[in-house]
């Protein structure tokens, strides 16, 4: 089973063969649980050699990796923190595995266009109006970008699990509303991308959700955002200061990630009231895996900035050659100015956005 995962993660196979992985995942989890009904049993019929004991835990082995594996990958996707290692991508592949069985088999519908196979439901009231309109937004990054699809997505109409909504290997998970909106661009983005992706491939969150959040808003909305983050973190950060520590722990469980945005503030409050750089701190090793907050309002208006102004082109580069560490590095290659100096004029860029019309 781990030998299949491992080929099919080292070819970057999209659509993995789900048949084949069941039967061998199957197989991995059912005989430890038959070891250990056998060894019951020879205990209770009076063979209590330690030997045969001994035997009956080695067979558990399997079930045991395989738990420590699921358990390390979802305590991974509850905190949001999720790193470019080998167990997290192999258990990319295996979920893709199970996800597309249930898809092949289960789906009630199903329509195939040029670049996605959409699978649906009686929810969706539009489903060829959507599947075109969807098709139509690929074709848009495609040309924008200058990639091109492998393979066709399978665009799933619906939450994975918990009303959660995400893209991986050739998924994308929807909403189930006709006609499509923000979700289904946001992931169909994250889709297109993610296919020219190799296995070494490691950009920060601020890119990747930047670009998903980039095609999936206007661009006033999403400068009206990233102004809206920095603005809120400087002013709380101007009243952090003068509470009381019982004020602030009163404060902090009105939050609903206090950690994520205490951190801002706190780092605001030691700099005068502002972040001496956001790009800076969302691609340390604190953020740069961190699914959550920023990284969505000030990625997505980070990422419309360099498009418009470098190039779609070299924001490619830049996605695929940024690295853990280096990423200060990789703008000065790539777009010959250092981070400092783009985010001076990125957030100038964000303010003229929405700055009213002069009067005529």
Not at 141 to 152: D, N, P, Q, S, V
Request: neutral net charge; hydrophobic residues 40%.
């Amino acid at each position: 089973m781990f030998l299949l995962l491992l080929i099919e993660h080292a070819l970057r196979v999209l659509h993995p063969a789900s048949i084949l992985f069941l039967s061998l995942a199957t197989l991995t989890l059912g005989a430890p649980l038959v070891a250990v009904f056998l060894g019951v049993r020879r205990w209770f019929s009076g063979d209590r050699r330690a030997r045969s004991r001994w035997w009956t835990a080695v067979a558990i082995g399997p079930l045991g990796l395989c738990a420590a594996w699921g358990a390390y990958a979802y305590q991974r996707n509850r905190q949001r923190d999720v790193p470019k290692n080998l167990p997290m991508q192999l258990i990319v592949v295996a979920a893709a595995s199970v996800i597309e069985a249930r898809l092949e088999f289960l789906s009630p519908h199903r329509i195939e266009t040029e670049r996605l196979v959409m699978f649906y439901d009686d929810r969706v009231k539009d489903p060829w109006r959507d599947a075109d309109a969807m098709d139509r937004h690929i074709a848009r990054m495609e040309a924008l970008t200058g990639l091109r699809l492998r393979t066709r997505i399978f665009y799933v109409r619906g939450p994975l699990f918990d009303d959660r909504h995400m893209s991986f290997l050739g998924l994308a998970f929807g909403s189930s509303e006709s006609p499509p909106g923000y979700v289904d661009m946001h992931e169909l983005a994250h889709a297109t991308i993610g296919q020219s992706a190799t296995n070494d491939c490691d950009p920060p969150t601020l890119l990747t959700e930047g670009w998903a959040e980039s095609q999936s808003h206007p661009r006033a909305a999403l400068a009206a955002h990233a102004l809206e983050q920095r603005d809120m973190v400087s002013r709380f950060a101007r009243s952090w200061a003068g509470m009381s520590p019982e004020e602030q722990k009163d404060y902090r469980r009105t939050l609903a990630d206090p950690d994520s945005f205490l951190h801002f503030v706190e780092l605001a409050t030691t700099h005068g009231g502002a972040l001496p750089s956001w790009i800076d701190e969302l691609t340390s090793s604190r953020w740069y895996h961190q699914d959550s907050g920023p990284v969505y309002s000030i990625g997505g208006a980070l990422t419309d900035y360099l498009i418009r102004r470098y190039g779609a082109g070299r924001f490619v580069q830049l996605y695929f050659a940024a690295r853990p560490g280096s990423f200060d590095r990789d703008c000065l290659h790539i777009f010959g100015v250092d981070v400092k100096s783009m985010e001076s004029d990125f957030w100038q860029e964000q303010e003229r956005l929405i700055a009213p019309p002069p009067p005529r």
